[in-house]
Nanobody, 120 residues
Framework: QVQLVESGGGLVRAGESQTLSCVVSGNFFKVGAVDWYRQAPGKQRNLVATTQTATITRVVDSVKGRFTVSRDDVQNVVFLMMNSLNPEDSAAYYC??????????????WGQGTWVNVSS
């Protein structure tokens, strides 16, 4: 059984930094692309960042310059480093992974989410 587990959320003050982690565990062949999404109360879930490999990464324009995504393919962990946080960044953050059970056999898995609450 494959699991994605996020951690690192919590309450921070505006202007501070926070790093989220997404750990992939279970029985799998390879971790493919992993994305970070966020969803504020009453709003839709939106893509924040994506990483296909350790060198192919992208963040959306709204967080560019503040957020960075990276991954450790040995430990099977994906990180979202968030700087200069503001109250508009408050949301539940989810990781979504394309996990290969075998070459050519993949499925999408979601984590349970971790809350980030930025106070002004």
């Amino acid at each position: 059984q494959v699991q994605l587990v996020e951690s690192g959320g919590g309450l921070v003050r505006a202007g501070e930094s926070q790093t989220l982690s997404c750990v992939v565990s279970g029985n799998f062949f390879k971790v493919g692309a992993v994305d970070w999404y966020r969803q504020a109360p009453g709003k839709q879930r939106n893509l924040v960042a994506t990483t296909q490999t350790a060198t192919i990464t992208r963040v959306v324009d709204s967080v560019k310059g503040r957020f960075t995504v990276s991954r450790d393919d040995v430990q099977n962990v994906v990180f979202l480093m968030m700087n200069s946080l503001n109250p508009e960044d408050s949301a539940a953050y989810y990781c979504r992974g394309l996990i290969f059970k075998a070459p050519g056999d993949s499925a999408v898995y979601w984590g349970q989410g971790t809350w980030v609450n930025v106070s002004s």
